[in-house]
Nanobody
Framework: QVQLVESGGGLVQPGGSLRLSCVASGSIISINVMGWYRQAPGTQRELVATITRGGATNYVDSVEGRFTISRDNAKNTVYLQMNSLKPEDTAVYYC??????????????WGQGTQVTVSS
């Protein structure tokens, strides 16, 4: 069974920084794309950033230049460094991984989410 567990959320003032982490564990064979999504109250879940196994990255325009996604393939971990945070970044942040696992084969997995609140 595969699990994704996020950590690092919390309350931060505008202009501050947070670093999110997500560890994938279980009967994993290989992880393809990992990413972060977010969902604010009353809105749909949106893509924040993705990173391929080879390190190619993609960002939503609203976080370009402020957020940085990275990963450690040996640790099955993806990170999201968030700088210059704004109140509109407030949301529940979800980790996602497209991976091959023993049994289920290739599919997408989601973490349980971690709350990020940007407020003074």
């Amino acid at each position: 069974q595969v699990q994704l567990v996020e950590s690092g959320g919390g309350l931060v003032q505008p202009g501050g920084s947070l670093r999110l982490s997500c560890v994938a564990s279980g009967s994993i064979i290989s992880i393809n794309v990992m990413g972060w999504y977010r969902q604010a109250p009353g809105t749909q879940r949106e893509l924040v950033a993705t990173i391929t196994r080879g390190g190619a990255t993609n960002y939503v325009d609203s976080v370009e230049g402020r957020f940085t996604i990275s990963r450690d393939n040996a640790k099955n971990t993806v990170y999201l460094q968030m700088n210059s945070l704004k109140p509109e970044d407030t949301a529940v942040y979800y980790c996602n991984a497209d991976l091959w696992a023993v049994g289920p084969g290739y599919r997408a997995y989601w973490g349980q989410g971690t709350q990020v609140t940007v407020s003074s």
